[in-house]
């Protein structure tokens, strides 16, 4: 790939002579200015699912804050006229290090929701994680995604059957891989979404995955036929309950009038809330799922070298360093900070990816430095879809790449794997 080739100097140019005409690109470059547009597009509850995080944000900071301590250290005199950000991971070659992170509830920011995202970014050839709590069934959003390739991230329900069929559904629509989010077991303090008293789950948003399922479909017919609180009391209706019966009348597939007399929509909701994730996890189950799948297996959420360490020897494919982006523990260790000590312990037995706080290029480069073999994106495409949709997504996702091209031009590296030879300074006080 020559300069003029790159996706560096593609991007860009094509930004400043698009502004010539007086067009400017689908989401804003400046993250902070991306933020700012996406937090005026979005409604109260919509904002505070994907920018809320636990407790006082400790860890959100910490996540961003952590990048600050590593700064690059450019070299010079070094011929960078051809530059390739190709990778191969899983036995797949890749365009970039760079994967669309799973986000569930995708409706809050756009009313198209996964199919919109998948028709913005099928064509850059990322890998997108369809999330478990996806706003359209994954057969609908692979179909969307084409060629372009995809992982299933599985949060790992109480009921047996449930996860079986969700990951056979998984290899059926192609999924290259199986992403099991470890530290959503439990939901953490989200303190603005608990201001609004908001859970999207409970307004049937962010579960196609489950009512599109056979599995969770007869445990909702189960339920319905055997009712445990038949003869409990029911409140009395309110503005927002007849809103969310509404809601989850809507999701629920069929008719809507047939489905605001029907007891199932309700059931469903209720049947989420009983089986969603598993608190008893504990490693032995892994082999389980080595019998379920012949997909790699990643785990999502590991901090500390012991867990990596565990991981390995469990069998599984890769590690995904992420603190779920702040969103579980607040005060929890930044995942950058948790990488290099992670990076070593695996002594390249298996991928490690990293996850959560990155907002630009330079922080993709940061994070490949310190030893990540590729990097998950969430926030920031999510914010360019809520702004311009399917464009807006892909304008986010093109401004990160153009932005790694040419960080790796400015400092003297040619491919990934020199990112990480060059390695990265430290702050000193």
């Given at each position: 790939?020559?300069?003029?080739?790159?996706?560096?100097?593609?991007?860009?140019?094509?930004?400043?002579?698009?502004?010539?005409?007086?067009?400017?690109?689908?989401?804003?470059?400046?993250?902070?200015r991306?933020?700012?547009?996406?937090?005026?597009?979005?409604?109260?509850?919509?904002?505070?699912?994907?920018?809320?995080?636990?407790?006082?944000?400790?860890?959100?900071?910490?996540?961003?804050?952590?990048?600050?301590?590593?700064?690059?250290?450019?070299?010079?005199?070094?011929?960078?006229?051809?530059?390739?950000?190709?990778?191969?991971?899983?036995?797949?070659?890749?365009?970039?290090?760079?994967l669309?992170?799973?986000?569930?509830?995708?409706?809050?920011?756009?009313?198209?929701?996964?199919?919109?995202?998948?028709?913005?970014?099928?064509?850059?050839?990322?890998?997108?994680?369809?999330?478990?709590?996806?706003?359209?069934?994954?057969?609908?959003?692979?179909?969307?995604?084409?060629?372009?390739?995809?992982?299933?991230?599985?949060?790992w329900?109480?009921?047996?059957d449930?996860?079986?069929?969700?990951?056979?559904?998984?290899?059926?629509?192609?999924?290259?891989a199986?992403?099991?989010?470890l530290?959503?077991?439990?939901?953490?303090?989200?303190?603005?979404?608990?201001?609004?008293?908001?859970?999207?789950?409970?307004?049937?948003?962010?579960?196609?995955?489950?009512?599109?399922?056979?599995?969770?479909?007869?445990?909702?017919?189960?339920?319905?036929?055997?009712p445990?609180?038949?003869?409990?009391?029911?409140p009395?209706?309110?503005?927002?309950?007849?809103?969310?019966?509404?809601?989850?009348?809507?999701?629920?597939?069929?008719?809507?009038?047939?489905?605001?007399?029907?007891?199932?929509?309700?059931?469903?909701?209720?049947?989420?809330?009983?089986?969603?994730?598993?608190?008893?996890?504990?490693?032995?189950?892994?082999?389980?799922?080595?019998?379920?799948?012949?997909?790699?297996?990643?785990?999502?959420?590991?901090?500390?070298?012991?867990?990596?360490?565990?991981?390995?020897?469990?069998?599984?494919?890769?590690?995904?360093?992420?603190?779920?982006?702040?969103?579980?523990?607040?005060?929890?260790?930044?995942?950058?900070?948790?990488?290099?000590?992670?990076?070593?312990?695996?002594?390249?037995?298996?991928?490690?990816?990293?996850?959560?706080?990155?907002?630009s290029?330079?922080?993709i480069?940061?994070?490949?430095?310190?030893?990540?073999?590729?990097?998950?994106?969430?926030?920031?495409?999510?914010?360019?879809?809520?702004?311009?949709?399917?464009?807006?997504?892909?304008?986010?996702?093109?401004?990160?790449?153009?932005?790694?091209?040419?960080?790796?031009?400015?400092?003297?590296?040619?491919?990934?794997?020199?990112?990480r030879?060059?390695?990265?300074?430290?702050?000193?006080?």
């Amino acid at each position: 790939m020559s300069e003029q080739e790159s996706i560096g100097r593609r991007v860009q140019s094509r930004i400043y002579r698009e502004g010539l005409f007086g067009r400017l690109p689908a989401a804003p470059v400046e993250p902070r200015r991306l933020e700012r547009a996406a937090r005026r597009k979005m409604s109260a509850r919509a904002w505070a699912y994907v920018a809320g995080s636990a407790g006082q944000h400790r860890t959100d900071a910490a996540n961003r804050a952590a990048f600050d301590d590593h700064p690059i250290v450019p070299r010079m005199l070094v011929d960078v006229s051809a530059r390739e950000l190709g990778v191969e991971l899983l036995g797949r070659r890749l365009p970039a290090p760079v994967l669309l992170a799973p986000v569930g509830a995708l409706e809050l920011v756009h009313s198209r929701s996964d199919i919109e995202l998948a028709e913005g970014v099928g064509e850059l050839g990322l890998p997108v994680v369809i999330s478990t709590q996806g706003s359209r069934p994954m057969e609908e959003t692979a179909a969307t995604l084409g060629d372009c390739p995809r992982w299933f991230q599985l949060y790992w329900s109480s009921n047996d059957d449930l996860v079986e069929s969700l990951v056979r559904r998984a290899e059926a629509v192609g999924c290259d891989a199986l992403v099991v989010t470890l530290d959503t077991h439990t939901l953490g303090w989200r303190t603005m979404d608990l201001d609004l008293g908001s859970l999207p789950f409970v307004r049937a948003e962010g579960i196609a995955q489950y009512v599109s399922d056979p599995v969770f479909r007869r445990l909702v017919e189960e339920r319905v036929t055997n009712p445990a609180s038949a003869g409990e009391p029911r409140p009395r209706p309110t503005r927002s309950a007849v809103a969310a019966a509404v809601s989850m009348a809507r999701h629920w597939p069929g008719n809507l009038r047939e489905n605001l007399r029907s007891p199932l929509p309700r059931a469903a909701v209720e049947t989420f809330l009983e089986v969603f994730s598993r608190p008893s996890l504990t490693w032995s189950d892994l082999a389980t799922l080595r019998e379920r799948t012949r997909m790699p297996v990643l785990l999502k959420g590991i901090q500390h070298p012991a867990d990596a360490a565990k991981a390995v020897d469990h069998g599984v494919d890769g590690l995904i360093v992420s603190n779920h982006g702040g969103r579980q523990v607040d005060g929890a260790v930044a995942s950058l900070r948790a990488l290099p000590a992670i990076v070593r312990e695996i002594e390249g037995r298996v991928p490690v990816l990293f996850d959560s706080g990155i907002r630009s290029g330079a922080d993709i480069y940061k994070a490949l430095a310190l030893g990540a073999d590729a990097v998950l994106i969430g926030r920031p495409w999510v914010y360019g879809l809520s702004v311009g949709g399917s464009a807006g997504a892909r304008a986010v996702m093109e401004h990160l790449l153009a932005e790694l091209d040419l960080t790796m031009a400015l400092t003297g590296a040619r491919t990934i794997a020199e990112i990480r030879e060059l390695g990265l300074g430290q702050v000193t006080s």
